[in-house]
């Protein structure tokens, strides 16, 4: 079966940064994911679009597995490092 996600009778609202986020791992020829090359170089600054940290920017530090990445971020005055899908982070 196939349909829209709803709660109750309101269909699901997705942040336009998902959005931005999953196109950015699109080829453009097929419209399929790739997820060969590298979404992100070390050091370059991230904004995190999922719901936890949402506009919140950190720097990207490396890859962490096949669907997460570290991230450096600043919490309260410290310096901290986060892993979190890379669903959740896109290009600032």
């Known amino acids: 079966m196939v349909g829209v996600v ?3 009778e309101q269909p699901a609202v997705i ?3 998902l959005i931005a ?3 950015q791992r699109e080829n453009p020829q ?3 994911h790739q997820e060969t090359k ?3 170089a ?3 600054r991230v904004s995190f679009a999922g719901a936890n ?13 096949e669907k997460r990445v570290i ?3 600043e919490m309260l005055g410290k310096l901290n490092k986060v892993s979190i899908l890379k669903d959740d982070v896109v290009k600032k």
């Open 30 to 32: 097929s419209n399929l």
């Open 21 to 23: 986020a999953i196109r």
């Open 53 to 65: 940290f949402a506009g919140l920017e950190g720097i990207f530090l490396a890859d962490d597995g």
């Open 71 to 73: 991230i450096m971020l």
């Open 42 to 44: 070390p050091g370059e």
């Open 38 to 40: 590298a979404l992100f």
């Open 6 to 8: 709803r709660f109750g």
């Open 15 to 17: 942040a336009d940064e």
